[in-house]
């Protein structure tokens, strides 16, 4: 696919994409490489990373390896960021087109919850969401979607509503086709472009909102996050900081790695559709 | 009035992106001082990306070949100054935010050295030249206020506001209607025969160009087929292209295409 | 006999920027079978919000219109969808005409399975026939619609339009964003559809030359109305209204002698 290529010609298309298949790579591959639970005790208390084969990052306070910890919190920074970004996206792209197409009350209806929703700064609300009802990772997806809807809403229906007015959509009512096979086939389609290049940016937000929720207790206290591993090294920042700077350095790669790659895409994408004859 | 403006040798230019194909190749003309050349073309045939190269407006990355000589200046014109661009769209290369005494008046203040309320004085003079009506209520209009025609008059008051020597119309006519069309050349034609300006007029109608410029250079595919004063040319075309162009035109007098009664 | 279209007393107003602005202001017209109507006027004549109203487009504040025997304004629904293989329409804009991820047999494809015109095994065979109607080959069937010419372009909106067998086709300034050496070639194959086929056709356009070229009558609209109708060549040689006589005058002539 030449769209593909074309990701690959810039350079920041090629350090995101280098980035995340790492990522990609180190969650798959976290059975393989530390088996077993990642939250059991496994060695001696405070080993700093190098000095034991066995536990090349180290372990932590109680004994936890913090390689595992660090392959595993990949797992959840990635299954909740995109969760909570793939939720996100469909309550907003479903809402944006509502709204675009049924116009009118129904519009102005929608926009003011949207408004509600945008009003509200997306962490906060998320961590009212979570410690309302509980921490389970669906809870925590959820709360971040919840945050996150409101963006992709108001892009799909400014794309809706410019694309409506297009000389083709009046060809297609011409011709006789129905609404809904018009919204599906000739307008959503040509809508969706700008609003995927904006899912890039939900996900790097959502695995910080997660590792934010996790830091302050408030997430899955059974799995590996990153979030927790940080909080859990601040009592112990003055002499073993590698606890706390590991996971925060693979947060941060992460998220770089994720907008590299959303600018990448938006490269890619948009030098696409606006090449006339 | 007999020297030359512009020169052109073996000019060429090529985009960064998109085809490899030249957008211009290896052109060979001269503009003259004074006069009126219209440069004909259809899709593709180059002269926007003609008017673009002696604007000094070619995007980044666009590979120039050959030699540009602005023997009368001396050196290469200077934006509003030196030359006026009056644009295709008046609906997009007039800034929304400005009012219309604004914008005229920008080119007369920066290069004429003119205090505010002197160069909205002399934006006024050109409203009046361009036959706008009621001057003094349109400069303190919007663009959005005003119909297609008002804009590209207004466009074309701005362009002149520093009396520049060569005036650049790219397709300044061709989103607007026949009627309008004819008054926009009308006031073109007269605008620079009192200024004694310079005018290359680019435009896909030779039948419209041919009513009042002095000479015409015909574009195809990124070449320069033919140039020459405009009464020879029409007549005695020597390239087939320019010949099937002239054949092509319709006026009140070509014969319709179909029978003349009703079914 | 009836003509196929009337329009009778259309009128619309926009109200911008809270003043009333009167687009069109009892404009009535008549269509008879098989036969071209050139529309002509000025940008703001109204010739376009006309031709939107007739697609059902937009609505009218006022007005009926009658078309193929039924009252046309008064469908709703699944019945004026059924309905509009009667009308079809061509626009100015040959690239924005289109879906951008369309190909040209998506784009011929699609009226031929709404209407159901030939049954689903028969429709690729169908649609090579259409494009050799318009003077394309078959194999232009799976190139995007993006890679075609202008004026290849404008033949397969062409194409789409006929593929339902209307009885009018209603096309807005069609040809005016055509290279003029490809405008001759489209303005024929418009007139040779005609006599093919029988299709009656509602020309608009702001250029007179183009619009004599194609039309046995002529309406001339001025600022939303209808200022003068007639045989197209007897308005051009004697126009009678000052929009008409503005549209005449502005046709540029070729001026090859030195005189």
Redesign the interface.
């Known amino acids: 696919m030449s769209r593909f290529r074309r990701l690959l010609s810039t350079p920041e298309g090629v350090a995101g994409l280098a980035i995340l298949a790492v990522l990609l790579l180190a969650a798959l591959s976290a059975p393989i490489v530390s088996p077993g639970d990642p939250l059991r005790i496994a060695g001696r208390a405070l080993l700093p990373p190098f000095a034991d084969p066995a536990f090349p990052l180290g372990t932590d306070r109680l004994g936890r390896d913090v390689l595992a910890g660090l392959i595993y919190g990949a797992r959840t920074s990635l299954a909740v960021g995109l969760a909570a970004a793939f939720s996100a996206m469909i309550l907003g792209v479903c809402v944006g087109m509502a709204a675009g197409f049924a116009g009118r009350i129904v519009d102005e209806a929608l926009m003011r919850v949207v408004d509600a929703f945008q009003i509200v700064p997306g962490f906060l609300l998320a961590l009212a969401f979570v410690s309302t009802i509980g921490v389970s990772t669906p809870v925590v997806v959820l709360a971040i979607a919840l945050g996150a809807w409101a963006d992709p809403a108001r892009l799909t229906r400014a794309q809706v509503l410019a694309i409506r007015e297009q000389d083709y959509v009046a060809s297609a009512r011409v011709i006789g086709m129905h609404p809904v096979e018009i919204a599906f086939r000739e307008i959503l389609p040509n809508a969706l472009p700008p609003v995927l290049a904006l899912s890039a940016t939900i996900v790097a937000g959502a695995i910080l909102t997660e590792a934010a929720l996790s830091f302050l207790g408030l997430g899955n206290p059974n799995i590996a996050t990153w979030g927790s591993m940080i909080a859990e090294g601040r009592s112990v920042l003055r002499s073993a900081a590698y606890l706390s700077v590991i996971p925060g350095a693979a947060l941060a790669v992460t998220v770089l790695g994720v907008h590299l790659f959303s600018e990448g895409l938006v490269n890619a994408l948009g030098d696409d559709g606006g090449r006339t004859a | 009035m007999s020297g030359i403006f512009c020169s052109l040798r073996q000019f060429s230019v090529t985009y960064a992106r998109g085809n490899k194909a030249a957008a211009l190749d290896r052109i060979d003309l001269d503009i003259k001082a004074g006069e009126r050349l219209a440069i004909i073309g259809e899709s593709g045939s180059g002269k926007s990306t003609l008017a673009r190269a002696l604007a000094g407006l070619l995007p980044d990355g666009a590979k120039v070949g050959g030699e540009m000589h602005w023997p009368a200046l001396g050196h290469p014109p200077r934006p509003g100054r030196d030359f006026g661009f009056v644009f295709q769209d008046p609906g997009t290369s007039l800034n929304p935010l400005l009012t219309i005494g604004e914008q005229i008046a920008e080119g007369a203040r920066r290069h004429l050295g003119l205090g505010w309320k002197q160069a909205l004085i002399r934006a006024e003079e050109l409203l009046g030249r361009v036959r706008m009506p009621q001057p003094d209520k349109v400069l303190r209009a919007f663009p959005h206020q005003l119909s297609g025609g008002q804009r590209q008059r207004v466009a074309i008051a701005a362009a002149v506001a520093a009396r520049p020597a060569l005036l650049i119309a790219d397709e300044a006519t061709s989103a607007l209607d026949v009627v309008v069309q004819a008054e926009i050349v009308r006031l073109l034609d007269g605008l620079v025969r009192e200024d004694g300006m310079t005018l290359v007029f680019i435009t896909h109608d030779i039948a419209l160009a041919s009513g009042f410029v002095d000479r015409i250079a015909v574009f195809r595919d990124a070449r320069l087929v033919e140039a020459g004063p405009v009464r020879s040319v029409l007549s005695a075309p020597k390239s087939d292209y320019t010949a099937v162009m002239i054949a092509s035109h319709r006026d009140l007098s070509t014969p319709p295409l179909i029978a003349e009664a009703s079914p | 006999m009836s003509p196929l279209l009337s329009i009778e007393n259309i009128s619309k107003g926009f109200s911008s920027a809270g003043r009333q602005i009167i687009a069109l202001d009892n404009v009535s017209l008549t269509i008879?079978?098989?036969?071209?109507l050139g529309l002509v006027g000025?940008?703001?004549s109204g010739k376009s919000t006309l031709s939107r109203i007739l697609?059902?487009?937009v609505s009218c504040d006022a007005g009926s219109i009658r078309f193929d025997g039924e009252d046309w304004l008064r469908l709703k629904g699944a019945a004026l969808?059924?309905k509009?293989?009667r009308m079809?329409?061509v626009?100015?804009?040959p690239?924005?005409?289109?879906?951008?991820?369309a190909t040209v047999g998506t784009v011929l494809d699609?009226?031929l399975r709404?209407?159901g015109i030939v049954a689903r095994d028969r429709r690729p065979g169908e649609i090579a026939m259409l494009l050799e109607r318009v003077g394309l080959t078959a194999d232009h069937a799976n190139r995007p619609v993006?890679?075609?010419?202008?004026g290849q372009?404008q033949r397969v909106a062409i194409a789409?339009a006929i593929a339902?067998r209307p009885s009018l086709l209603v096309l807005d300034e069609a040809v005016s964003a055509l290279?003029?050496?490809?405008?001759?070639r489209i303005?024929?194959l418009l007139?040779d559809l005609?006599k093919q086929q029988?299709i009656a056709c509602l020309f608009i356009s702001?250029?007179?030359?183009?619009v004599?070229?194609?039309?046995?009558?002529v309406a001339v609209m001025d600022g939303g109305r209808m200022v003068e109708t007639g045989?197209?060549?007897a308005i051009?040689a004697a126009p009678q209204s000052a929009a008409a006589r503005?549209?005449?005058?502005?046709?540029?002539?070729?001026?090859?002698?030195?005189s």
């Open positions: 008879a079978a098989g036969e071209t000025g940008s703001g697609l059902r487009l969808r059924r509009r293989a079809q329409m626009f100015q804009d690239l924005a005409a289109f879906n951008p991820l699609d009226p709404i209407h993006r890679a075609l010419s202008g372009r789409r339902t290279d003029v050496t490809v405008r001759g303005l024929e007139v005609q029988g702001h250029d007179l030359a183009v004599r070229a194609v039309s046995h009558r045989p197209a060549a051009v503005a549209l005449v005058a502005a046709v540029p002539c070729l001026v090859t002698d030195p």
